[in-house]
């Protein structure tokens, strides 16, 4: 196809910016270039292949620490480039496009959704706590995981 010199280059380029970095290397990302491109990809079940899996939970912890922020970038990729994506590759519907809208806004809602659930629970549970008071003992756990995830090591996250 046309632009695959252009996708192997910006597949295999240095990263410069935080999408970059959180798109380079991964499967996932060069099926979005793919797509972009105009190609199909599609399952096939009589394949081979080999990969490493994650035989304890510090090796689960750290892919799965890679694994959602890159599908969030690439999500939002394709989102911004859903025309292009549409024109060059007739498999890309609006109906994936939604689906992927759907998949991005659910992922961004999600925590502040368990967020709220967890403060109703604490309000219904324990009615004589002023809800400013639910809010903080909801806020406090989240703001020293927030400063964990920032500061601290990896080692120290996972608890090894």
């Given amino acids: 196809m046309a632009g695959s010199n252009k996708m192997s280059k910006q597949?295999?380029?240095?990263?410069?910016?935080?999408?970059?970095?959180l798109s380079q290397g991964e499967d996932r990302w060069l099926c979005t270039l793919l797509l972009q491109q105009g190609y199909r990809v599609e399952y096939c079940a009589a394949?081979?292949?080999?990969?490493?899996a994650p035989e304890g939970f510090q090796e689960?912890?750290?892919?799965r620490r890679r694994w959602t922020p890159s599908t969030i970038a690439n999500?939002?990729?394709?989102?911004?480039?859903?025309k292009g994506t549409s024109a060059k590759n007739p498999d890309i519907s609006v109906?994936?496009?939604?689906?992927?809208m759907f998949?991005?806004?659910?992922s961004l809602i999600t925590p502040a959704t368990i967020f709220l659930l967890i403060l109703g629970a604490i309000t219904t549970a324990y009615?004589?706590?002023p809800l400013y008071g639910a809010l903080l003992l909801n806020v406090l756990p989240v703001a020293?995981?927030?400063v964990l995830c920032i500061k601290a090591s990896s080692k120290t996250q996972v608890g090894k």
């Fill in 11 to 21: 597949f295999l380029r240095t990263s410069k910016s935080l999408k970059q970095y």
């Fill in 47 to 52: 394949s081979d292949s080999f990969t490493y």
């Fill in 60 to 63: 689960f912890y750290n892919q």
């Fill in 75 to 82: 999500v939002l990729d394709l989102l911004q480039t859903w």
């Fill in 95 to 100: 109906l994936y496009i939604a689906y992927q």
């Fill in 103 to 106: 998949v991005f806004v659910s």
């Fill in 127 to 129: 009615p004589e706590i």
């Fill in 144 to 146: 020293i995981f927030v």
